[in-house]
C-alpha cells in the first residue's frame, strides 16, 4: 500500500468494514454469506443499472428519482463491490491499480513519443 492511494486504502477498510455488517445479515437470514459468484451477479446488476442511469443522463431512458443522485450512489457502491471481490480474491487492489495505471501511462507515452509530428 502506497502513500500515493492512501484515499484507496481508506476507501478499501471502508469497504470492508460495510461488507463486514452485509455479512452479519446473509448469515442470520441465509444461515452463509455470498458466495463469490453471488457478489459477483450484485455488481452486474449494478454496473448493468448504471447502463440504463447514462441513458437517464442523455435524456434517452426514463427513471423516478434524480439521476445524479443515483449516479453518484451506483458509482460509489461499483467501487464498493471491486473492493469486497479484490478482498475475496486476495488482491491488493491499491498495488493492482498502482502497477496497471504505471503500465497503461509508459505504454501510451511511449506511443505518443512514437508517433509524434
Same mark, same amino acid.
Given at each position: 500500500?502506497?502513500?500515493?492511494?492512501?484515499? &484507496? *486504502?481508506?476507501a478499501r477498510d471502508q469497504a470492508l468494514a460495510v461488507r463486514a &455488517?452485509?455479512? *452479519?445479515?446473509?448469515?442470520?437470514?441465509?444461515?452463509?454469506? /455470498?458466495s463469490l459468484h453471488e457478489l459477483m451477479i450484485g455488481f452486474s446488476n449494478d454496473v448493468g443499472y448504471i447502463g440504463r442511469l447514462l &441513458?437517464?443522463?442523455?435524456?434517452? /431512458?426514463g427513471i423516478d428519482g434524480d439521476v445524479d443522485a443515483e449516479l453518484k450512489h451506483k458509482l460509489a457502491e461499483s467501487m464498493w463491490w471491486l473492493f469486497v471481490l479484490a478482498?475475496? &480474491?486476495d488482491i491488493d487492489l491499491d498495488?493492482?491499480?498502482t502497477t496497471t495505471m504505471d503500465t497503461i501511462?509508459?505504454?501510451?507515452?511511449?506511443?505518443i513519443e512514437r508517433t509524434a509530428p
Open positions: 500500500m502506497t502513500a500515493n492511494n492512501s484515499g &484507496l *486504502v481508506a &455488517l452485509y455479512e *452479519v445479515l446473509e448469515e442470520r437470514f441465509n444461515g452463509k454469506t /455470498w &441513458l437517464a443522463n442523455d435524456g434517452t /431512458w478482498d475475496k &480474491l498495488e493492482a491499480f501511462r509508459s505504454g501510451l507515452e511511449k506511443t
